[in-house]
């Protein structure tokens, strides 16, 4: 026997003890893998190898977002350069950028982002949670 529940937007299917689920893509990023688009998925490959060329160890990927450089803040530019001893990117170009954030692999629940500049692909900056 079977009995459908509806809950918000999910259908569960409940059969014998055996729970079926279907969120029907409406809940990508609680029941399923988010869709990124070529762009962003270009922009987390470079953010996740630039993280681990530095000996960070990125997780999931929390966030894409697209922003105009005048929307960072100064802490951001050049952070990972100045912490890691890097040579710093040089900036003039830069109109928009990809921030990705990443799950720090070790450490559950803290973040590092990574900001790439859309035209080159160099990264230009980011952070860490503290």
Same mark, same amino acid.
């Given at each position: 026997?079977?009995?459908?529940?509806?809950?918000?937007?999910?259908?569960?299917?409940?059969? !014998?003890?055996?729970?079926?689920? +279907?969120?029907? !893509?409406?809940?990508?990023?609680?029941?399923?893998?988010?869709? @990124? /688009?070529?762009?962003? $998925?270009?922009?987390? $490959?470079?953010? !996740? *190898?630039?993280? $681990? +060329?530095?000996?960070?160890?990125?997780?999931?990927?929390?966030?894409?977002?697209?922003?105009?450089? #005048? *929307?960072?803040? #100064?802490?951001?530019?050049?952070?990972?350069? /100045?912490?890691?001893?890097?040579?710093?990117? #040089?900036?003039?170009?830069?109109?928009?950028? @990809?921030?990705?954030?990443? $799950?720090?692999?070790?450490?559950?629940?803290? @973040? @590092?982002?990574?900001?790439?500049?859309?035209?080159?692909?160099?990264?230009?900056?980011?952070?860490?949670?503290?």
């Amino acid at each position: 026997m079977r009995r459908w529940i509806l809950l918000g937007t999910a259908i569960f299917v409940l059969v !014998g003890t055996a729970i079926a689920l +279907d969120a029907g !893509g409406v809940l990508p990023g609680i029941f399923g893998t988010p869709k @990124w /688009s070529p762009e962003e $998925e270009q922009a987390i $490959e470079i953010g !996740g *190898e630039f993280l $681990e +060329d530095i000996g960070n160890q990125p997780g999931r990927v929390l966030s894409v977002s697209l922003v105009h450089i #005048d *929307e960072v803040s #100064d802490g951001y530019l050049f952070y990972w350069h /100045s912490a890691k001893g890097l040579e710093m990117p #040089d900036v003039k170009e830069t109109e928009q950028c @990809w921030i990705v954030r990443f $799950e720090q692999g070790l450490h559950k629940g803290h @973040w @590092w982002e990574v900001l790439i500049d859309v035209k080159t692909g160099e990264v230009v900056g980011g952070m860490s949670c503290r």
